[in-house]
């Protein structure tokens, strides 16, 4: 079961807000998922016993660098921006 | 019959034009789409400008592929350039791609005519396409069942004859789940086989681009034009892709298919025997039964939910309405409030409570016996299936425990949906090829899938059993919203 105090830390890292409401349900649904992850705890894997095959470097691709992205396509989705920069314009309580 | 090749004769033949084409699927869209809501986005101008392209090369050049001048759909979180892709989320609502998807340039570049772009649930999370921002999709069979999700659309879209074939996307079975829900065939291919690029990711380990058609043939002949190596996705592997369609023979004596119990058991009997007809069918044609054990199996879902969650949290920082994306109006003190209250409006709850698991499985606390547990379990499960393919083939499988759920349909616990991936998920957690095709019908007329699954690059193998059962065994299959694909 999640608590509260678990809940409200890993919505603060989120950067998620919910309601009274919304947390109590949230809460409900995640100690639900969690209750159903904790079957991983029933499996003994101290060590695995299954090596994957190795990826050989041949299969993947060069390590070539690109051309960048233009800046003004980057900026395309976000208004513009200001001097190749994307902005956060200040919108306070009394603006 | 294949569509594709159907439509491919008539234009290279000069019995149709793409433009032609093009329009008589514009005028079926128009008047079943309302019904439907499997296309979002209709792109009419679009279409033509392709079509007329594809009619001057097809009066040209006599060697064109397939799929030139064939009219297609992508589902919305595939790349265009210069168009929206919203991936039905608010917080997307307004994004314009600033680059077409690899998957998607290959198709293009085969003369592919794109309609527009089909519905899904936001962000392509979910199981019964309703989360989305425009409405869900519905079923042909039955306007109140669900198409099945995340990818709904594309599947609602081909099985209605409103889409001759479309790329949708599957991260846990999205996919493969619609096509069984819709009577379709859906590839989830080898992962690392199609290149990821414009894709707006999931979960990075588990995502794949994927064809979705009406028949065997027209899903090979998409997968053998999208695969291959992509320097854009650094997991894309670089070898020889021997095209699949060519070797399309239906001959599968000698096949070992491998069949493992656990797949059957949250399946309902109507499912159950409905593959069980399509096991007689194999034995009867010469292919091997093999009982299969995959010992880790019932961790699949546990394991999936738990690495899912993790790489959704990570992947989902992105949207912080700086960069891109929608951006709250209401007043903020900083950065963080600014970008708190962004996210609080912009993402849906289910999208919320993935990125909240995935923080937790990932916080120092619960890290080791979470994250990594299930990391080395993914692999205990990677090593079940490369046992299990030393003895069979392939593996033989229900696709979804049941037939299409009701479009008011509410799990009475959020689990109790997780349940109907059993049967797909795993493919995707081990990276392995998984075919879904029609297999039978219930009782109601809805249709009932089965799944394919094989060793990495296996596809031909794949395609070439299913369409063996495909063209002897296909049921019959009759949307009640619904047009032919003969013109």
Redesign the interface.
């Known amino acids: 079961m999640?608590t509260r105090e678990?809940?409200d830390s890993?919505?603060e890292?989120?950067?998620?807000?919910?309601s009274e409401q919304?947390s109590l349900d949230?809460m409900k649904?995640?100690s639900?998922?969690?209750?159903?992850?904790?079957?991983?705890?029933?499996?003994h894997?101290d060590l695995?016993?299954?090596k994957?095959r190795s990826i050989s470097a041949?299969?993947?691709?060069e390590d070539?660098p690109?051309e960048c992205?233009p800046v003004d396509?980057?900026l395309?989705?976000?208004g513009g921006g200001e001097d190749g920069f994307?902005v956060?314009k200040r919108?306070?309580?009394n603006? | 019959m294949s569509n594709i090749l159907y439509y491919s004769t008539l234009l290279r033949t000069g019995k149709i034009s793409s433009s032609e084409l093009t329009k008589i699927y514009l005028e079926r869209i128009e008047k079943l789409n309302p019904k439907l809501n499997a296309y979002i986005k209709i792109l009419p101008e679009y279409a033509i400008a392709q079509a007329k392209k594809c009619d001057e090369i097809l009066s040209k050049e006599e060697k064109v592929s397939p799929l030139t001048g064939v009219p297609m759909a992508l589902k919305d979180n595939l790349s265009v350039l210069g168009l929206n892709t919203t991936c039905c989320s608010k917080m997307l609502e307004n994004f314009k791609s600033t680059f077409t998807a690899t998957a998607v340039t290959k198709l293009f570049d085969k003369g592919a005519v794109m309609l527009g772009k089909t519905n899904l649930d936001e962000f392509a999370m979910g199981s019964y396409c309703n989360t989305g921002i425009y409405g869900p999709a519905r079923n042909p069979y039955d306007l109140g069942k669900s198409p099945g999700g995340s990818s709904g659309g594309n599947a609602s879209a081909v099985s209605a004859g409103i889409a001759p074939y479309t790329l949708g996307t599957d991260t846990g079975g999205s996919t493969r789940q619609p096509a069984s829900y819709c009577g379709i065939v859906a590839l989830k291919p080898t992962y690392g086989s199609v290149s990821r690029y414009g894709l707006l990711t999931l979960a990075s380990s588990f995502d794949q681009i994927a064809p979705m058609t009406s028949t065997v043939t027209d899903c090979a002949i998409v997968y053998d034009a999208i695969c291959g190596h992509d320097p854009e996705d650094m997991m894309t592997f670089k070898r020889n892709y021997e095209p699949t369609y060519p070797k399309l023979s239906g001959e599968i004596k000698g096949l070992r298919i491998g069949i493992s119990d656990d797949f059957f058991a949250t399946s309902s009997t109507e499912t159950n025997d409905s593959v069980m007809k399509a096991v007689d069918f194999y034995v009867s044609k010469g292919a091997e039964i093999v009982k299969v054990k995959l010992p880790h199996i019932k961790y699949a879902l546990p394991i999936y939910y738990i690495l899912g969650c993790a790489e959704i949290s990570s992947n989902f920082g992105r949207f912080d309405g700086i960069r891109y994306g929608y951006k709250t109006s209401l007043p903020y003190k900083d950065v963080d409030d600014m970008i708190t209250k962004t996210r609080t409006e912009g993402l849906g709850m289910d999208i919320k409570r993935r990125i909240m698991l995935g923080i937790y499985f990932l916080s120092k606390q619960n890290y080791k016996e979470y994250f990594q547990k299930a990391s080395m379990m993914r692999n205990e499960l990677i090593g079940d299936f490369s046992n299990a393919f030393n003895t069979c083939d392939l593996i033989l499988s229900p696709t979804s425990p049941t037939s299409a759920v009701s479009l008011d349909f509410t799990p009475e616990t959020i689990v109790e949906k997780y349940y109907a991936d059993a049967c797909v998920a795993p493919a995707n957690l081990c990276g392995l090829p998984a075919l879904a095709l029609p297999c039978g019908l219930d009782k109601n007329g809805m249709p009932l899938g089965m799944q394919l699954m094989g060793p990495n690059f296996s596809e031909g193998t794949l395609f070439n059993a299913g369409y063996a059962f495909e063209r002897e065994c296909s049921p019959e299959l009759n949307p009640t919203t619904g047009v032919n694909y003969d013109i």
């Not at chain 1, 890292?13 to 919910?18: E, K, Q």
């Not at chain 1, 639900?32 to 904790?38: D, G, K, P, S």
């Open positions: 999640i678990e809940f890993i919505a890292y989120a950067l998620i807000s919910f919304e949230m649904d995640m639900e998922v969690i209750n159903f992850a904790n079957k991983v705890k029933e499996a894997t695995p016993t299954y994957s041949e299969e993947l691709r070539i690109g992205t396509l980057l395309s989705n976000s994307f956060i919108r306070g309580k603006e």
